[in-house]
């Protein structure tokens, strides 16, 4: 609006489409318009708007819906239209009855800005919009450019798209007889009468495979359910809705009805009578005629009375007459019914490596049937095992092995037949890691193992006894954990008492270990021998006594020597004494 005080205005230049602002003086109902960045005189309002009604006719117009406006209020808001781009522009006029006023922003597709609203409180009603913005007058041979170009563009055959967003075709869009389709539903409208018309959804099939009760299906997706395609054909996608029901599922290709069950050809299988022993060779049996066995089919005939047990082999069979040429049996006895049966052809050594060994009708015997005792082998430096011609053999001989050859895997079991010495090696591994001095009868276990090691896994002492024994030298060093303790040098070892003895005062020997006698030298004086001396007289001892009743003796010791100590039982005042004393007890500790 314009002070009436002022001329027409030089404003800025507009923010946006600057050609179409109009300026408007109250005062004087006076109007400018802006071209080419100047304000120019149009004319005075009153004649604009007595002639605006008969010079708008033969512009464009939209009228859809109703709009409500506050008196002296901006902002009108439409209910049922749709305010796009193309429908209004800033700088069309607004009509409501008699009053109009310019449109100054299009803010949505339902809501106007507008200069202060002068014709009164509307709600709910009805309007037009008159599209009279000079752009969209400007350039009158362009845009007959473009009508023409939308005159050959407006047949039947041309499609008006729907947005995603929208339920429906804008009711503006369209001419009788075109189309509107909506590329993210497959939908599809005709406009009959002035009004969008619903046909109904037109998109490819899509093949979703077997039917899934918790997918979500659409129009045009194809399942398939017990062989039969459907697809669906309700407007809303869903789940949960199985074939066949017609509110959600079409046929689209069914299963076709089974044919005629044809002739049963011949078959195998067959029975007979005839009384033939189990055994191999050739075997004839009278059967039934037409069965389906062919010349050279391995076939076996099972005994179902009179025997129990099998026969199969290559067969030749003529009218009635069934011949199996048996290579294989199981059982015995003379069978006088039989069932006959196809089998396949056994395979090498008649065992399936899928069965792990299964196929042994006796495990037992088939391992010992491969359990062989082997020529001897003499030893040798070198000792072969491998070319043994047994898994148990006898090695004779005296001659010392170094090195022993074995397959990587392989197993031998040696009995010696003589004294020899093994030597423990990189490539020869004994127990115990230290050299074995073998005795006639003695037995070893040996195992190959990769890149030419041999172990021996296993050794057994003709003696009994095992193969590292404890020495004296072991128990006193008490080092070694893997030699074995025999009670010939248990007693050897520093934990061990090397000698005890219990004696009365009698000088009489109640029970001892390594004690050969008593020497009684006195009241109370004893002196005990070793059977077995110590290697010094440094050796530990401990006593003590047994007594009837407390009077103060004590012992005490004179400095031993290496066969013998010396003990007095005194009082606690050093006098010699056996009062109240029944015996002493003596133990010795150190190195033999």
Not at 287 to 307: I, S
């Amino acid at each position: 609006m314009i002070d009436p005080s002022n001329l027409p205005p030089e404003l800025a230049e507009p923010p946006q489409d600057a050609p179409g602002w109009i300026a408007f003086q109250l005062s004087t109902a006076k109007v400018w318009r802006k071209l080419n960045g100047k304000w120019l005189p149009i004319a005075e309002a009153q004649e604009l708007i007595r002639n605006r009604t008969s010079s708008l006719t033969s512009l464009s117009s939209y009228s859809t819906g109703t709009v409500s406006v506050a008196a002296n209020g901006t902002i009108v808001t439409g209910a049922g239209v749709i305010w796009s781009g193309t429908n209004v522009r800033p700088g069309d006029i607004l009509q409501v009855g008699d009053f109009q006023t310019i449109i100054t922003d299009v803010t949505d597709e339902s809501h106007l800005v507008i200069p202060p609203w002068g014709g009164g409180a509307q709600a709910g009603a009805a309007y037009t919009i008159w599209q009279w913005f000079p752009q969209r007058v400007a350039g009158a041979q362009a845009m007959q450019f473009v009508n023409d170009l939308v005159a050959a563009l407006n047949t039947s055959g041309f499609f008006w798209f729907v947005d995603a967003s929208l339920t429906a075709p804008d009711p503006s869009y369209g001419e009788d007889g075109q189309y509107a389709y909506q590329p993210t539903t497959g939908k599809q409208w005709i406009k009959v009468g002035g009004i969008w018309s619903y046909l109904g959804i037109y998109k490819g099939l899509s093949f979703r495979g077997p039917y899934d009760n918790a997918a979500t299906y659409a129009v045009g997706d194809v399942q398939t359910t017990s062989g039969t395609s459907y697809v669906w054909i309700n407007p809303t996608p869903g789940s949960g809705h199985p074939a066949p029901n017609a509110t959600y599922w079409q046929v689209l290709a069914a299963q076709g009805i089974q044919g005629p069950t044809g002739a049963t050809g011949p078959g195998y299988g067959g029975t007979s009578t005839t009384s033939l022993a189990i055994g191999t060779g050739a075997k004839a049996f009278t059967t039934q005629a037409g069965l389906a066995y062919q010349d050279g089919a391995r076939v076996r005939a099972t005994a179902t009375a009179g025997a129990t047990g099998w026969l199969e082999g290559v067969v030749t069979y003529s009218g009635t007459t069934l011949t199996i040429t048996a290579d294989k049996i199981f059982g015995s006895g003379t069978g006088t019914a039989w069932n006959f049966n196809v089998v396949g052809q056994p395979g090498a050594g008649d065992l399936s490596s899928a069965n792990n060994g299964s196929d042994f009708a006796s495990p037992k015997t088939a391992k010992d049937n491969i359990s062989v005792h082997g020529a001897d082998v003499a030893s040798a430096a070198t000792t072969n095992l491998e070319a043994a011609t047994g898994d148990l053999v006898d090695v004779t001989g005296t001659t010392n092995i170094n090195f022993v050859t074995l397959g990587e895997g392989h197993e031998r079991t040696v009995r010696f037949t003589g004294v020899l010495t093994m030597t423990h090696s990189a490539s020869l591994l004994l127990p115990g890691a230290a050299n074995i001095t073998t005795a006639a009868g003695d037995f070893a276990v040996f195992r190959g193992y990769a890149s030419g090691v041999v172990r021996c896994v296993g050794y057994t002492k003709a003696n009994g006894q095992p193969l590292l024994v404890a020495a004296k030298s072991d128990q006193i060093a008490a080092s070694s954990a893997a030699a074995a303790v025999v009670p010939g040098v248990q007693q050897f070892h520093p934990s061990a008492a090397k000698g005890w003895v219990f004696l009365s005062m009698a000088a009489a020997i109640a029970t001892s270990y390594n004690v050969s006698s008593i020497t009684d030298s006195g009241t109370g004086q004893f002196t005990v021998n070793w059977t077995v001396p110590f290697a010094t007289a440094n050796y530990a001892i401990h006593t003590s006594l047994s007594i009837s009743a407390a009077s103060g003796q004590v012992t005490q010791l004179a400095i031993p020597s290496a066969s013998g100590c010396a003990l007095y039982v005194t009082t606690n005042a050093g006098a010699v004494s056996e009062t109240g004393v029944v015996g002493a007890h003596i133990v010795a500790f150190g190195g033999q």
